[in-house]
């Protein structure tokens, strides 16, 4: 009686401290959201600092139309879509790229101080630029088609540009150093055990070096995401949440630009997220070497 007592005990005790430490993590933002409301009834000004159901108000009706520029969710999923269009582009350049310049100390030698040369400059001074080459340029006109009736037209080429910028870096930088870190021990075991070239690349050298690619989509989309809402911000754009977030601020409408402000960081958390579980997946063999 007394064992099975202690037990309990024991549950309870253990379900007491994992709820202590997810609690954890919403302490400081729930200081900070008490400490917003505060101003915001001390300064009475929504036109400076909106009240916080004013900005739940926006948040929960994500389909209602915000002054004339679409809702929340359509600008979100228009911003969404163009980081995803211009990551993608990144991706399928960059870690070829990467290997190849990983494996081949030749290719490296040759791509090396051009990657040098271009890669202090940073993807928001790139917007100018790709102003002024791609102006309001795109994709659908790329193919000779004016209007595609798809989200496809709210995609510029300069933004493609830029998104590209933002993820080439990070992505390239770390499958080189994934590629090129591979352990000569696993090599030479693979080829000990009649590994071919080919094979001991397929089933040694990439998924020793995933993880190391991972981490670089991760960070490489993180800055794709930021920059895509700088990019909107600018003139020439008429959807999205960079562009939601300037419009409102222009029409004073502080609710919309927090709504918005505090969406770009909810789904910068998801797309994290999301890589880091692939991540998890598809290189869960680092976890084990701990």
């Not at 004339?68 to 879509?81: D, E, I, K, M």
Request: proline letters at 5%.
């Amino acid at each position: 009686m007394s064992l099975s007592a202690g037990s309990g005990d024991n549950k309870i005790d253990h379900s007491l401290k994992r709820f202590w430490r997810f609690s954890q993590g919403f302490i400081l933002p729930a200081l900070f959201l008490i400490f917003w409301e505060s101003i915001a009834i001390a300064l009475d000004n929504p036109a400076l600092v909106p009240r916080l159901t004013a900005v739940l108000g926006v948040i929960f009706h994500p389909f209602s139309e915000l002054i004339g520029t679409g809702s929340l969710a359509w600008n979100t999923a228009v911003s969404l879509f163009r980081v995803v269009f211009g990551f993608a582009v990144a991706v399928v350049i960059c870690v070829p790229l990467g290997i190849a310049m990983g494996a081949s100390k030749f290719i490296h030698r040759l791509v090396n101080p051009l990657v040098e040369l271009f890669r202090p400059l940073c993807p928001i001074a790139w917007i100018p630029f790709a102003m002024a080459m791609f102006k309001t340029t795109r994709v659908p006109q790329l193919f000779g088609i004016r209007y595609s009736d798809t989200i496809l037209d709210s995609v510029q080429v300069g933004m493609i540009f830029i998104i590209f910028w933002g993820g080439l870096f990070p992505i390239l930088l770390n499958t080189i150093h994934g590629v090129a870190g591979v352990r000569d021990i696993w090599l030479e075991t693979a080829k000990m055990l009649g590994a071919s070239k080919a094979k001991s690349f397929r089933k040694v050298v990439v998924p020793a070096a995933m993880p190391e690619i991972m981490t670089g989509l991760r960070i490489g989309l993180g800055i794709s995401w930021m920059v895509i809402i700088a990019a909107e911000m600018l003139p020439g754009t008429d959807s999205g949440v960079g562009y939601l977030i300037m419009y409102s601020y222009e029409l004073a409408e502080m609710q919309i630009l927090v709504a918005s402000m505090i969406m770009i960081g909810v789904m910068g958390l998801v797309l994290n997220r999301g890589l880091q579980i692939i991540s998890n997946r598809v290189s869960g063999w680092k976890a084990l070497e701990r």
